[in-house]
Structure formats: C-alpha cells, structure tokens
C-alpha cells in the first residue's frame, strides 16, 4: 500500500481584511480606497482561493494538500477565514501564523491538515536588512514548523523574499541576505536532531538558477526538483510576457535514502489548471488576478501554486 501527500505553496496575492489595521499599511485594501476593497470581495477571493488549495494534486491524491505554505497574507484572522472558507472548511486544516515587521504588512503562513501532519514547535526568524542610510529596511519574516507528517518528522521553511521592484540586480543583496537565513536555520536544524527531512519552500523572486537559490542548494545539501519544471513557457507568474519560476519547493537530498525515510518524491509541478487562467485577450494563459493596478479583476491571484507530492511506501 503507499499513499500519497501534496504539500504546496501559494503566494495568494494581498489577502487582506476591509478593517483598517493602523500598525500596518493596509490603505490600499478597505472599502474607501480606490481599489474599493469590500466585504464581498474578500468573501469572493477566499471562496476562490479555498477552490484552488482543495484541487492542488487531486489528479493523483485523493484528498487536498496536507501542508500548504503561503505568501500575502495580512494577519491570522485572514488565514482562519481562509480555512473556513465553502471548499477547505469541510477538512480538518489548522493554522501557524506570526506577525511579521514587513513594511506593507503582509506575512507568510502555513496551513496543514492536523488529520495527517501534528506540528511540535514553530518558530518566525527575521531577515535583517538595511537601508542606504543604515536603517531597518522591515521584509517578511521566515516561518520554521516543525511536525510530524504521518509520524515522519518533518521541518518546513516558509520563504517570501524581497521583489525585484528596484531592479534585479539592485535588490540581489537582499535575497543572498534572505537565503543566508535559511542557511543558517538549516544548520541549527542539522545540529540539534539527527538526519533532519527539511523543505524548503516559497516566493523567492528568484528563478531555480540565481545565486540565492543555488546558495541554499549547495550549502544546506537541498535538492531543488524545480530546476527541471522552469522553461520558456512555463511558470508561476508572467511579468511582461516572460514566464518566471520564482515559487519553488525544495527539499533536502536524505529524502532520496529510502533507508532515512519513508517517502520519496514522486512529483514536482506548477498547479496551472484553466480556470485558473486568463480565457482570452493579449493575457490568455496568464494568471487571473485579484487586481491590476487599481482595477479590480475578481480573479485569483498574480501567481500560480506550485507542489510536489511525497509518496509513503509501506
């Protein structure tokens, strides 16, 4: 018998409330902005978004994703409407969620089934960077859960690191700083428990070959199956007609030694389904946003899931 459990990540593209949070910068998403963000579009995108967690990898697993990291969400209440939400509320998902600096306020979270993965310890770390004037320059925390999935103890990094905004090059350092975190939360990892299974997951806004990526892989021992999903036509957000891989799940290479664990990967893919898709016009194929700018899509979101199915031999 083997069974099998998609684990995912999506950045969801600014999930925030109507209520005005005055620690954060929400202006731009309450019913009085000129995005004109109200109740029933909220209500309509977590409905939308619950449709696309609960179908990641039902062609092969019977049921939703046991683990799904995100990207965008503005605080916990968001993400606990998101799971109560018409598709997801009929599965048992529970929530890790902490509070980070981020200048726009947006943080990561990790959703999972708590039939199949019992989280032991969670944990945010901050990224330290700085401004041109040596100031704080706040980014998005990394979020550490440790659990176990069907009594294998896993470990996963959830990742959203600094845009490309001012320039690819300009913003690297930024990214390098992001990706030495991760490094550093590995080797703590790799010290305190014995042959630790770790994934690494996230919108890195870089692809599976930039330096920052390449730095994780070498220097943690991960295996990034994402490297052979990214071509010319494929990938998990359009910018200017160009297809980026910048989502990615990555996973350390002790998952490949069936005598350390008891799964192994047996899938890595972008989740790309039609209706997720603009239909028609210039944009057809690309995905089907919350917003353009300020005009209101009622779509999904800017970028599509990506996962990869671990499969139980037993």
Known sequence: MSN??????????????TKDDE??????????????????????????????????????????????????????????????????????????????????????????????????HSEPFAVYLTKEDGSRDYTRDVLLVTGRL?????????????????????????????????????????????????????????????????????????YNPFKKVSTQEKGSLNHNFEWHLFDQILISTNFFNATSTQFNLSEADVFNSKFLTQYHGKYKGQPFRTYVGKRYKGGYSDHFPVYIELKEDG
């Open 150 to 222: 069907n009594n294998e103890q896993v470990h996963i990094i959830v990742n959203h690191w600094s845009s490309r905004r001012q320039g690819q090059q300009e913003t690297e350092h930024k990214r390098l700083t992001a990706a030495d975190t991760v490094n550093r939360i590995i080797e703590v990892l790799q010290k305190n428990y014995d042959d630790p299974k770790i994934i690494v997951m996230g919108d890195f806004n870089d692809t599976p070959q930039n330096n920052s990526l390449l730095s994780i892989e070498e220097k943690s021992n991960l």
């Open 4 to 17: 099998k459990y998609t684990i995912a990540f999506y950045n969801i593209e600014n999930l925030f409330d």
């Open 23 to 120: 620690h954060t910068n929400d202006d731009d998403f309450l019913p009085t902005s000129a995005k004109r963000w109200t109740t029933k579009r909220y209500e309509k995108k977590l409905k939308k978004l619950g449709r696309v967690i609960s179908q990641i990898g039902e062609e092969d697993v019977d049921f939703p994703p046991a683990i799904v990291g995100l990207a965008e969400v503005e605080n916990k209440y968001v993400v606990k409407d998101l799971i109560k939400s018409k598709y997801l509320k009929h599965y048992n998902y529970d929530i890790v969620h902490y509070d980070s600096s981020d200048e726009r306020g947006i943080d990561v979270a990790l959703i999972y089934n708590a039939d199949v993965f019992k989280v032991s």
